[in-house]
T-cell receptor, first 111, second 112 residues
């Protein structure tokens, strides 16, 4: 069985500060990794994904995540956040035909 | 516009009264899935379908039914809803099991 742990349920941060949202997983097989974002009253949207190749993946709005196989992590980072980044972020792991989501991290960007 | 459409957005019902939440996608996706979202638990999969007439249980299937008679539609059926099924429900589809999911806007269900 696989599991996904998002270590922080809420992350408050000031605008223009850097942020890291942590995601760890456990799996006995190879994995595909995703970050989804959920804005208020909306469904989830894909933010970025790791399927293979370079372990550092980037989104169009400045987020990046690095797949670390030895630490079984896929942390999400942004060097400078905006108010509009306020949302809930979900890490998801696809392994052995099973997709498992973490519990979510609510990012709260303050002016 | 490519989208997944769920209806209704909000639903309040009473214990035991059968209900159906509809889900439709216009992307010709083979894979469709239902999730429920509860605070602190993330999304948990209820049922999924790899193609027409092919459905399978997810992590929390008890109390739910689904059908996949057409590729575009994947309704979620609660035959006898109970208060512990009060939740936010999402339908999603993708072009393949390892492809990213496209989500609907959700259905907030309250069972009293």
């Amino acid at each position: 069985a696989q599991s996904v742990t998002q270590l922080d349920s809420q992350v408050p941060v000031f605008e223009e500060a850097p942020v890291e949202l942590r995601c760890n997983y456990s799996s006995s097989v190879s994995v595909y990794l995703f970050w989804y974002v959920q804005y208020p009253n909306q469904g989830l949207q894909l933010l970025l994904k790791y399927l293979s190749g370079s372990t550092l993946v980037k989104s169009i709005n400045g987020f990046e995540a690095e797949f670390n196989k030895s630490q079984t992590s896929f942390h999400l980072r942004k060097p400078s956040v905006h108010i509009s980044d306020t949302a809930e972020y979900f890490c998801a792991v696809n392994a052995g035909n099973m997709l498992t989501f973490g519990g979510g991290t609510r990012l709260m960007v303050k002016p | 516009e490519a989208q997944v459409t769920q209806n209704p957005r909000y639903l309040i019902t009473v214990t035991g009264k059968k209900l159906t939440v509809t889900c439709s996608q216009n992307m010709n996706h083979e894979y469709m899935s239902w999730y429920r979202q509860d605070p602190g638990l993330g999304l948990r999969q209820i049922y999924y379908s790899m193609n027409v007439e092919v459905t399978d249980k997810g992590d929390v299937p008890e109390g739910y039914k689904v059908s996949r008679k057409e590729k575009r539609n994947f309704p979620l059926i609660l035959e006898s809803p109970s208060p512990n099924q009060t939740s936010l429900y999402f339908c999603a589809s993708s072009g393949g099991f390892y492809s990213p999911l496209h989500f609907g806007n959700g259905t907030r269900l309250t069972v009293t």
